[in-house]
């Protein structure tokens, strides 16, 4: 179970590194991913950030998104432990 666990917090990075590219569409898309992975690990504080940095991505405020980016970068490395 672990494993698995691991598994899908790599998966939420990698798709987080990759909003460094793409259409707006494809960025949405997979933070929308992240946020709904992390609701299903019950991790619904994270998932609210989630959705919050897409709400600022959605308004054009790009600090704010890549501050909501990084900070999620960094809580979800640490569900590892």
């Known amino acids: ?12 990075l990698s798709t987080l ?4 590219v793409g259409t707006l569409d494809s960025i949405r898309e997979k933070l929308r991913m992240v946020e ?3 609701r299903e690990m019950e991790e ?3 998932a609210d950030r989630a959705a919050a940095t897409l709400a600022a991505l959605a308004r054009g405020d790009i ?7 990084a900070f ?3 809580k979800i490395g640490h569900l590892r432990s």
């Open 1 to 12: 179970m672990k494993t698995a666990t691991a598994a899908r917090i790599d998966v939420m």
């Open 17 to 20: 590194n990759a909003t460094d």
């Open 36 to 38: 709904e992975e992390l």
């Open 44 to 46: 619904s504080e994270l």
């Open 63 to 69: 600090a704010e998104w890549k501050r909501g980016r």
């Open 72 to 74: 999620l970068q960094s």
